[in-house]
């Protein structure tokens, strides 16, 4: 298992192993996401959308449909009027 010290301005060095498995290289950018069980997960941002499919998905989560999806970005909007 790879492990990192933070240090007093609050920065890790990611170590290689894991900046290789994850294709990283100075500049890369990423995510940190606390999923459902509060594990705290970094996605790098050099990867494709569609291999995020599903990151959000929780057991029992029914899937939206785009008619419920617009629906919600509407009255989300509603509420910035």
């Known amino acids: 298992m790879a492990s990192a010290t933070i240090t007093t301005k609050g920065q890790v ?3 290689k192993e894991i900046r290789d498995y994850l294709n990283l290289d100075a500049g890369s950018k990423v995510d940190f996401v606390i999923d459902e069980n509060g594990i ?6 050099n990867i ?6 599903g990151i959000l998905h929780r057991p029992g989560m029914k899937s939206a449909t785009l008619e419920e999806m ?3 970005i509407q009255e989300g909007a509603s509420d910035w009027t």
């Open 40 to 45: 705290v997960k970094l996605i790098p941002l």
């Open 13 to 15: 060095t990611i170590p």
């Open 70 to 72: 617009e629906a919600a």
């Open 48 to 53: 494709p959308i569609q291999s995020l499919s």
